[in-house]
Structures are given as structure tokens and as C-alpha cells.
């Protein structure tokens, strides 16, 4: 069983959807979630960082954990086709070793 | 945000000699770099870690004495594949880790494409 796991999509949408990513995790000694996302041959870049349960706004994207669950969402509010990407869960114990999943290809559609 | 360079963006060479790839932190002192593989429609893969001035730790499966990694200083880590192979063909991305961050976050660089013929 991989750690994290991750829908490969692909997902596409029309412009100004919503857009909800998951993954889930087994292990339960990951503490800090991370999204990622990664233009095509481009490096990840960071899109949101958290280390608790609940909810992280910042601007259109909302970061997601519940750990009893050990599920981690993001959520893309009013998607822009510049928001066409692959996006990266990443997930880490309490060193700085990151975990990541397979990673989700969205597309929005103009 | 803090800055990652890799250098070649994209490599092609002969299968049997080696490639080097670069990796420099522009603005910031990393003590810690990581080294990735990642295959098309895939996640990234971590090969190694190497932190300044010492050996690197590389992962279960990976060949330290077919992937050299050198991290000569706080801003320069390198990646050799030596006598490169067709299966060796990926895309390489490396990562470094700000010393004092308590966030412990990694600075992607932008990757390195490689294939060898």
C-alpha cells in the first residue's frame, strides 16, 4: 500500500468551477500537508502548507485536512484556465523528508 | 519566495557517458538539498539527500555509485549520472531546504530533462 494516494485525474472543467482534490494517507505520523503544483516540465512550486486539522484559505485556494480521517483536500474556487496543472499532495513526518502523491492533471477549459 | 536554479534545463546525450546537473540556491544558504527523479505521468521520486559537507543518503534502490551527488557548499549541489543508460532518461529535479526555517519547506528547482540516446 503506497502512503499517499492520490486520484491521477485527469480532471477536466469548465471555467469557474469548483475544484476539489484529495488524497489520503495511511501513516499516522505525518503532521504537515502540502500542495504542489507543477506546470508541465516545470519544478512544483508551493501552493499551501498546513499542519493541522481544519481549513486554510488563501485567496481562491482552501487547504483541507482532517486527520482522524487522514484525508487532505484542496479546493479551487472560480478556476482559471492558468490554473491548468498537474497538483502534487506532499505529505511529512517530523523531518524533512516529503512523501508525495501521483499527482492530479486538471484542466480548465476556457 | 526563495529561488532554485538548475542547470542544463534539458540534456541529450550518448547511452555510456556521464551527465552533470547543477543545482544552486540563488538567495539563500541550503543546507540540505534533495534530489528527484520523476517519469512522465508520475510523482517525484526522491533519490537522495544531501546535506553540506557530507556523504549523501540516498534511497532504497538507488545506485549511490551510479548517481555521484557532491554538496560542496551551501549553495551548490551536483548530480552526476554516470555511464547513462536509456532507462536513465527522466526528469531530475532538485529541491533545497533553508537551515533556519522551522517549516522545514523545500525550494524546487526547475528541473533538468534528460535522455539519452
Known amino acids: 500500500q503506497k502512503e499517499v494516494e492520490q486520484d491521477p485525474g485527469p480532471l477536466s472543467v469548465p471555467e469557474g468551477a469548483i475544484v476539489s482534490l484529495n488524497c489520503t494517507y495511511s501513516n499516522s505520523a505525518f503532521q504537515y500537508f502540502m500542495w504542489y503544483r507543477q506546470y508541465s516540465r516545470k519544478g512544483p512550486e508551493l501552493l499551501m502548507y498546513?499542519?493541522?486539522?481544519g481549513n486554510k484559505e488563501d485567496g481562491r485556494f482552501t487547504a483541507q485536512v482532517d486527520k482522524s480521517s487522514k484525508y487532505i483536500s484542496l479546493f479551487i474556487r472560480d478556476s482559471q484556465p492558468s490554473d491548468s496543472a498537474t497538483y502534487l499532495c506532499?505529505?511529512?513526518?517530523?523531518?524533512?523528508?516529503?512523501?508525495f502523491g501521483e499527482g492530479t492533471q486538471l484542466t480548465v477549459n476556457p | 519566495g526563495a529561488v532554485v536554479s538548475q542547470h542544463p534545463s534539458w540534456v541529450i546525450c550518448k547511452s555510456g557517458t556521464s551527465v552533470k546537473i547543477e543545482c544552486r540556491s540563488l538567495?539563500?544558504?541550503?543546507?540540505?538539498m534533495f534530489w528527484y527523479r520523476q517519469f512522465p505521468k508520475q510523482s517525484l521520486m526522491l533519490m537522495a539527500t544531501?546535506?553540506?559537507?557530507?556523504?549523501?543518503?540516498?534511497e532504497q534502490g538507488v545506485e549511490k555509485d551510479k548517481f555521484l551527488i557532491n554538496h560542496a557548499s551551501l549553495t551548490l549541489s551536483t548530480l552526476t549520472v554516470t555511464s547513462a543508460h536509456p532507462e536513465d532518461s527522466s526528469f531530475y529535479i532538485c529541491s533545497a531546504r533553508f537551515s533556519r526555517d522551522r517549516r522545514n519547506e523545500q525550494f524546487f528547482g526547475p528541473g533538468t530533462r534528460l535522455t539519452v540516446l
Open positions: 538567495d539563500f544558504q541550503a543546507t540540505t
Open positions: 544531501s546535506n553540506e559537507g557530507s556523504k549523501a543518503t540516498y
Open positions: 498546513t499542519y493541522s486539522s
Open positions: 506532499a505529505i511529512r513526518a517530523s523531518g524533512s523528508r516529503l512523501t
